[in-house]
């Protein structure tokens, strides 16, 4: 019997699913043309690919070696000395989870997986601590990737207040998930917090050249990984958001099948709803919920929204803080938590993470927008 309605379930499934894909995409062919449809599906997917995709890589490459020379170097662990003494008022972690924000900070969320499954740097955490790490590192995942990808566009005030606004959503997210799963952790698993070491150490070998070309290879081949890893998420995610994002390039000619053209059903909604996002991130336009929508599944995929809104000149300072914002503390975390909780055999939690990763996202947006307002009221 259960298999039965496990196969009518699946059944059923399928022909939901169906249904779907067919009326959104035949709305959209009966509004473009189903051959502009297509060319413009290909066309945007390619341009994103040449002059987006690239860029991202190029930018991980460098960022991924200069993480690296960071590491190798103990510049890292400089860091993790002067910001300890944060983590505990601020994030209610102990000191040694700076080093997560600062590997995940540099690379991607998983960073903070390959540190917690580290007994010795796993010995410092009560085990809620523990599991509120998922929330904490993917606040700070891919951030310098984020922050250069906006200082190259010549945003950088506005990035660094961004930054802040990262932060703040990170403390959210971090306190939140930890108040929502402490004492639903069985109670024979909590460790009481015991400082046994200062530093985590990291063992380098060979001559300071060695050591130098090593870090940067090593790095640049970390980023080049990352890069390819952002393709999917890039072509696929941000080809259909901008398909339900953008209209027709010129309202005269009508469709042409080009790039970066679609039906604007994502503002048509946001429309609805615009007052709100102007309350909460001072958005002007309804087509700018497109970046913190993509953001949920791949920061990487959100990056590559940018230089479209900036080629329809519908994005200033404010967007950029709260893109910043949001791109950095949600950096895809949907498709990141539950692995990440899987690793730290705490899967059944994944709905609570997502849940304070959610309201740690919003506050970071908002926290960006009023950091911005207040900038501008002081100083402008």
């Known amino acids: 019997m259960k298999r039965k309605e496990f196969l009518r379930a699946r059944k059923l499934e399928a022909i939901i699913f169906i249904i779907a894909v067919v009326t959104i995409f035949s709305y959209i062919g009966y509004n473009m043309g189903t051959a502009n449809m297509f060319n413009t599906i290909m066309r945007t997917a390619h341009d994103l690919l040449v002059n987006t995709v690239f860029y991202i890589m190029a930018i991980c490459v460098i960022s991924g070696a200069f993480g690296k020379l960071l590491i190798e170097f103990g510049v890292v662990r400089l860091l993790e000395s002067l910001l300890s003494p944060l983590m505990r008022p601020i994030f209610n972690l102990p000191g040694v989870a700076s080093l997560g924000a600062l590997m995940t900070f540099f690379s991607d969320n998983p960073a903070i997986i390959?540190?917690?499954?580290?007994?010795?740097?796993?010995?410092?955490?009560?085990?809620?601590?523990?599991?509120?790490?998922?929330?904490?590192?993917?606040?700070?995942?891919?951030?310098?990737?984020?922050?250069?990808?906006?200082?190259?566009?010549?945003?950088?005030?506005?990035?660094?207040i961004g930054f802040g606004g990262a932060v703040i959503g990170a403390i959210v997210s971090t306190r939140l998930m930890q108040y929502l799963v402490k004492g639903k952790i069985k109670k024979e698993s909590e460790?009481?917090?015991?400082?046994?070491?200062?530093?985590?150490?990291?063992?380098?070998?060979?001559?300071?050249?060695?050591?130098?070309?090593?870090?940067?290879?090593?790095?640049?081949?970390?980023?080049?990984?990352?890069?390819?890893?952002?393709?999917?998420?890039?072509?696929?995610?941000?080809?259909?958001?901008?398909?339900?994002?953008?209209?027709?390039?010129?309202?005269?000619?009508?469709?042409?099948?080009?790039?970066?053209?679609?039906?604007?059903?994502?503002?048509?909604?946001?429309?609805?709803?615009?007052?709100?996002?102007?309350?909460?991130?001072?958005?002007?336009?309804?087509?700018?919920?497109?970046?913190?929508?993509?953001?949920?599944?791949?920061?990487?995929?959100?990056?590559?929204?940018?230089?479209?809104?900036?080629?329809?000149?519908?994005?200033?300072?404010?967007?950029?803080?709260?893109?910043?914002?949001?791109?950095?503390?949600?950096?895809?975390?949907?498709?990141?938590?539950?692995?990440?909780?899987?690793a730290l055999n705490k899967r059944y939690l994944t709905s609570r993470a997502l849940f304070s990763h959610t309201i740690g996202g919003l506050s970071a947006g908002i926290s960006a927008h009023y950091l911005y307002v207040l900038y501008k009221t002081i100083f402008l």
Not at 119 to 131: A, Q, R
């Open 114 to 160: 390959s540190l917690a499954e580290d007994k010795k740097f796993k010995s410092y955490f009560k085990d809620y601590e523990l599991v509120s790490l998922a929330n904490f590192g993917t606040a700070f995942g891919m951030g310098l990737i984020v922050i250069t990808f906006m200082i190259g566009n010549q945003y950088f005030l506005s990035t660094f």
């Open 191 to 342: 460790r009481e917090f015991v400082a046994k070491e200062k530093y985590i150490s990291f063992k380098s070998r060979g001559s300071i050249g060695q050591r130098f070309l090593n870090a940067v290879l090593d790095g640049g081949k970390q980023g080049v990984d990352l890069g390819l890893a952002i393709i999917p998420g890039v072509l696929i995610i941000s080809t259909f958001i901008m398909l339900i994002t953008f209209g027709a390039k010129d309202s005269i000619i009508g469709y042409q099948g080009l790039a970066y053209e679609g039906v604007p059903i994502l503002p048509g909604i946001g429309q609805y709803f615009s007052f709100i996002f102007k309350i909460l991130f001072g958005f002007e336009n309804p087509e700018l919920i497109a970046f913190p929508i993509t953001s949920l599944g791949a920061v990487g995929a959100a990056l590559s929204l940018v230089k479209a809104f900036m080629t329809k000149n519908i994005i200033t300072g404010n967007e950029i803080a709260v893109f910043t914002a949001m791109g950095m503390c949600w950096s895809g975390y949907l498709s990141t938590h539950t692995a990440m909780l899987d």
